[in-house]
């Protein structure tokens, strides 16, 4: 069995700031998804998903094929507030019991994350890594400023065309084809899924 391991933080920023039955809402939808993240992800879980402080959740990966999906379908999810999906390479401490949950691990790994969570916020970061080889951080750095350059509408298509294609995207947004190509025009759609094939190759490569 693999002694390393890839924890996961993934939490809703600034999150207090909105209304009490917004915020309620939020977290109802995010313990109601976690079941099924951890059924669509079982494979590569060492401890599973499970919410910890109300706006937030942790995973314990045994492989970083699930992080650029992950990553983008809480975005998906929950568009109301914006994630900061942080990730730890390395041991556990504590022993790994059979449908263990992420919270109940501790280690180097989780320490790691926590960092790195800590760091995405300070530089204002999607996706953070501690322990990881440093060519990460430089990508890191590209996807989030990429983001933020962009409208509020140019975020939430970027999401749809990273988790299927036009079409899936056009539905979401209730808009005709024609709409989606314009919006990938203008956000130079080929450099930047040039730019994401490069980043998820990074991650493979990671664990």
């Known amino acids: 069995m693999s002694t390393t ?4 933080i993934a939490d809703a920023v600034a999150s207090r700031a909105l209304p009490p039955p917004r915020r309620a809402r939020l977290q109802r ?5 976690i079941p ?13 998903f499970a919410v910890t ?23 998906f ?11 730890g390479l390395g041991a556990i401490a504590t022993r790994l019991e059979r449908r263990a949950t992420a919270p109940e691990v501790d280690g180097p790994c989780f320490h790691a994350a926590r960092a790195a969570m800590e760091h995405a916020k300070q530089q204002r970061l999607l996706i953070g890594f501690g322990g990881f080889a440093p060519a ?6 590209y996807y989030s400023a990429l983001y933020w350059s962009w409208t509020p509408r140019q975020r939430r298509a970027a999401t749809l065309l990273r988790l299927g294609p036009p079409a899936f995207a056009a539905a979401q947004l209730k808009v005709d ?7 990938a025009r203008r956000m130079a759609w080929p ?7 490069m980043f998820q190759a990074a991650l493979l490569e990671a664990l």
Do not use: M, Y
Request: hydrophobic residues 50%.
């Open 53 to 75: 402080l109300g706006d937030e959740f942790q995973a314990l990966l045994t492989t970083a094929r699930p992080l650029w999906e992950l990553l983008h379908e809480v975005h």
């Open 36 to 48: 099924e993240f951890n059924r669509r992800w079982r494979t590569a879980l060492a401890a599973r």
């Open 177 to 183: 084809r024609s709409a989606i190509s314009h919006l």
């Open 77 to 87: 999810r929950f568009p109301e507030v914006e994630w900061v999906v942080a990730c």
């Open 136 to 141: 990460l951080d430089p990508l890191a750095s």
């Open 5 to 8: 391991f890839i924890a996961v």
């Open 29 to 33: 939808e995010l313990r109601s998804a």
């Open 191 to 197: 450099l930047v899924a040039a730019g994401d094939k």
